[in-house]
């Protein structure tokens, strides 16, 4: 069993930047893979980032690339995702989820455990 909360979440202008994080319970961190998603208002969650469990490996979706980068620190267990030039298309509730795997997945189905969830908002 994985507990995941996510902090971070704010409202912030187009071209700031915000730092979430997502602390995770439990003693074997490094052997979950993790991702986050976001889904905001009337539009399905998408993927955001994935990060394989030893943080070797990193995935992005095409909207973020370039602005968004995910990390992770297997001592703290925790994983973050930095995001810069935020734009208001990014305003959604951002979730963190973890798989049990080390190898990371850029679907929903296959996250066994999920965050909360904490609102990012961009202002114009």
């Known amino acids: 069993q994985v507990q995941l909360v996510e902090s971070g979440g704010g409202l912030v202008q187009s071209g700031d930047s915000l730092r979430l994080s997502c602390a995770a319970s439990?003693?074997?961190?490094?052997?979950?893979?993790m991702g986050w998603f976001r889904q905001a208002p009337g539009k399905e969650r998408e993927l955001v980032a994935a990060?394989?469990?030893?943080?070797?490996?990193?995935s992005y979706s095409d909207s973020v690339k370039g602005r968004f980068t995910i990390s992770r620190d297997n001592a703290k267990n925790t994983v973050y995702l930095q995001m810069n030039s935020l734009k208001p298309d990014d305003t959604a509730v951002y979730y963190c989820?973890?798989?049990?795997?080390?190898?990371?997945?850029?679907?929903?189905?296959?996250?066994?455990?999920w965050g909360q969830g904490t609102q990012v908002t961009v202002s114009s």
């Open positions: 989820a973890a798989r049990s795997a080390l190898g990371m997945s850029i679907m929903q189905d296959g996250y066994r455990y």
């Open positions: 439990g003693r074997t961190f490094s052997s979950y893979a």
């Open positions: 990060i394989s469990g030893i943080g070797r490996s990193t």
